[in-house]
């Protein structure tokens, strides 16, 4: 099977990508199986009914939980190193710190501190996104911190093909994977994958091809970084555009190729730019290209401040077309 370059016109949301996904592996493996809050159909199927159905289909291998996100990431975990193939859900992703520990001193850990002799193949499912007023709880993008954990594999699709096809790269993995949806994108539509459409951990896409500047970018604010490279296109400029797709493990090759061509980059992602992981691809790309760069690698993240409730504090603390814009105009030197 290979990556397809012409999805089928059909339409599907993230919330349906994700479902086609868990029946395929479910159907496929027997060992997968589907625990979290609300997952079950007798309780709704999920918050966005990304896994309506499957208790219907697949009987106790889909489990709904007690609100408690460390005993759902404990059995998780005991799940994996038995032998079985979890897919956990964290509702939100803000709410996973409450697990730090199990995903972090166990997850993370467990095959180095095994010498190599047990595998975790835990894929944790969680969901965040600004944008619809979920306020500070319920809207942080954390995968900073999960990056900078060793033993973690950390993936943020962009589109519902995507979304279906990482799902299944993580699933299959016999590491954990975070895996992180979405908010906004859970509820729209895009091109439905083709059935054998499949992309591996660890490698990005080139969506817009271009040769004065990259912008490197991942999740939702890679529709907002298409929209300026069309409008810079039309003053003269053109913009390779780069979804990584999978934070870690990181595609550095993609990466230095296409900085390596333009000569200048901007990075964008919707978690605060402060810390994020826009800083660790800029050393990297100053650290192995500082002397072909024509112009300092410019960042665009979320102000260094919980997510506001307002509506318009809220726009202000985001990424906006506007200040990728300016970026890309910063580094141009215009």
């Known amino acids: 099977m290979s990556e397809a370059n012409n999805p089928p016109m059909k339409k599907i949301s993230g919330s349906q990508a994700t479902a086609m996904a868990l029946d395929e592996a479910m159907a496929r493996d027997p060992t997968v199986l589907v625990l979290g809050e609300d997952v079950a159909d007798r309780e709704g199927g999920g918050v966005l009914g990304a896994t309506r159905g499957l208790s219907t289909k697949y009987g106790d ?6 609100i408690s996100e460390q ?6 975990v005991g799940a994996a190193i038995a032998g079985m193939r979890p897919v956990a859900e964290v509702m ?37 996104g600004c944008g619809s007023g979920n306020g500070g709880q319920h809207s942080d993008m954390l995968e900073a911190w999960l990056a900078h954990t060793p ?6 699709p962009s589109n519902p093909a995507d979304q279906k096809a990482l799902l299944l790269s993580c699933i299959f993995d016999d590491d954990p994977c975070i895996f992180v949806e979405t908010t906004m994108l859970m509820m729209t539509s895009g091109p439905a994958p083709e059935p054998d459409y499949i992309v591996p951990l660890g490698k990005a896409k080139v969506v817009r091809p271009g040769t004065d ?32 797709r999978t934070i870690v493990p990181m595609d550095e090759e993609t990466i230095l190729n296409s900085v390596g061509r333009t000569k200048r980059a901007v990075i964008v992602h919707e978690a605060v730019q402060a810390f994020g992981v826009g800083a660790e691809i800029a050393s990297r790309l100053y650290e192995h290209l500082f002397t072909d760069l024509k112009a300092p690698v410019q960042r665009v993240g979320a102000k260094y401040t919980p997510v506001p409730f307002s509506e318009s504090l809220e726009r202000a603390y985001m990424w906006s077309q506007d200040r990728i814009k300016a970026a890309l105009i910063r580094t141009l030197g215009r």
């Open 61 to 66: 291998r889909v489990r709904s939980t007690p």
């Open 151 to 156: 033993g973690l594999k950390v993936v943020v």
């Open 71 to 76: 005993a759902i990431l404990g059995a998780a």
């Open 213 to 244: 500047v990259t912008i490197i970018t991942y999740g939702r604010p890679i529709y907002d970084c298409l929209a300026v490279a069309e409008q810079m296109a039309a003053d003269g400029v053109s913009v390779e555009v780069i979804d990584l």
């Open 92 to 128: 939100l992703m803000n709410f996973i710190t409450v697990a730090m520990d199990q995903i972090v001193n166990h997850a993370a850990k467990i095959r180095f501190m095994s010498g190599g002799k047990t595998a975790v193949p835990l894929t944790l499912r969680t969901m965040s």
